[in-house]
């Protein structure tokens, strides 16, 4: 089993970029999908993006579809979700995670990394 680390969080103003990384431990990087979830405060933590092991297939939730890109490399272990275009309203606690191609729910958690976004 993986096991996940995000960096990259921190403060931002609305309009800017932002850039998290996950770093993933193990050999079997590639058996997982791997995926961003965030969840703000008093909210339920939401999807906000995945992709396939190969990075081929890429899935987005809609309300970053065309701001947000996630991308993997599997030579470094490592998934990145490039925020652009920030809104007060991604500020939340991203977390990166980890499924593996047979299973049907994300298994695989990070601590979560804070991203705010300031008005």
């Known amino acids: 089993q993986v096991q996940l680390v995000e960096s990259g969080g921190g403060l931002v103003q609305a309009g800017g970029s932002l850039r998290l990384s996950c770093a993933a431990s193990?050999?079997?990087?590639?058996?997982?999908?791997m995926g961003w979830f965030r969840q703000a405060p008093g909210k339920e933590r939401e999807f906000v993006a995945a992709?396939?092991?190969?990075?081929?297939?890429?899935n987005y939730a809609d309300f970053v579809k065309g701001r947000f890109t996630i991308s993997r490399d599997n030579a470094k272990n490592t998934v990145t979700l490039q925020m652009n275009s920030v809104k007060p309203e991604d500020t939340a606690v991203y977390y990166c995670a980890a499924k593996l191609s047979i299973a049907t729910t994300f298994g695989v958690w990070g601590q979560g990394t804070q991203v705010t976004v300031s008005s």
């Open positions: 992709i396939t092991w190969s990075g081929g297939n890429t």
């Open positions: 193990g050999r079997t990087f590639t058996s997982y999908a």
